[in-house]
């Protein structure tokens, strides 16, 4: 396989995702690598991309608001005082070299640039695909590594700590659910590996994605939990943790 092509993850013979590797679509959107489709072992699409209402929702991945000043979210930069408003500020992240690239398997190292082209953080990534305790279900793994590669700190911000003080503090990695797609998610890990997800209720508005937090301590065993919730509910804070 070469550089440019884009490979595929699968789980007993069948497709389960696509990771688009050089997307083309505009800087504003911060091109970048993504999932897109992932799939059910039956099939059922479980991503979007490019939806209507927030064009640079690109499937599953990683993106950041504000990495010291440069936009690697996409779309508006929250700017206090005025709100959402758009900036010549949107950076992107480019594919360097592969590691591996299975059906199973696919690692590679990224570079992280700012609006201006400069390197920011070099990523080492790793997406694993693998079959789960049951039949039909997968299991998805996602793991980086980011490495500052410059001489001075990199910040790493969010509308929340930009000043928007109500929980908006958004970023990592990044879930779009289909805008059809009528269902409540509950993943719940319990130890070093497994997960179960399962449909619980409707949620009354498009706007869906997948949210991760460490849960509140203290609890008698570690466990982390994601759910599914809509653009309003701020009360998950969506960072990736280990707990």
């Known amino acids: 396989m070469s550089d440019l092509e884009e490979p595929g993850l699968h789980v007993a013979g069948r497709a389960v995702a696509d990771y688009v590797l050089e997307p083309d679509v505009d800087q504003t959107l911060v091109p970048r690598p993504y999932l897109h489709p992932v799939r059910t072992l039956a099939g059922t699409v479980v991503t979007d991309v490019l939806p209507a209402d927030h064009e ?17 979210w996409g779309g508006r930069s929250y700017v206090h005082g005025k709100g959402y408003v758009w900036l010549p500020d949107h950076g992107r992240i480019d594919h ?6 299975s ?9 992280w640039r700012d609006h201006e ?31 500052n590669v410059r001489s001075t700190p990199i910040e790493i911000r969010s509308p929340a700590t930009n000043g928007r003080g109500d929980g908006a503090g958004y970023g ?28 619980r209720r409707r949620v009354p508005r498009s706007r869906r994605f ?31 943790s280990d707990g």
């Not at 696919?106 to 570079?111: A, T």
């Not at 990523?123 to 590594?145: G, M, Q, Y």
């Not at 879930?175 to 269902?183: A, C, D, G, N, V």
Request: hydrophobic share 40%.
């Open 172 to 199: 990592g990695f990044f879930w779009r659910l289909p805008r059809r797609q009528s269902f409540y998610s509950h993943v719940q890990r319990s130890g070093p590996c497994g997960s179960m997800v399962r449909p």
């Open 103 to 111: 059906d199973s398997a696919l690692e590679h190292d990224l570079v």
């Open 56 to 72: 640079w929702h690109l499937g599953a991945g990683l993106a950041i608001a504000d990495v010291s000043g440069t936009n690697l």
């Open 117 to 147: 082209g400069a390197s920011l953080l070099a990523e080492h990534r790793t997406i694993t695909a693998a079959p789960s305790l049951t039949a039909a279900t997968w299991v998805l793994t996602f793991s980086t590594r980011l490495t």
């Open 96 to 101: 360097v070299v592969w590691h591996q690239h």
């Open 210 to 240: 997948l949210r991760i937090y460490p849960p509140p301590r203290p609890r008698p065993r570690r466990r982390a939990r994601a759910h599914l919730h809509h653009h309003a509910d701020r009360r998950a804070v969506p960072i990736a």
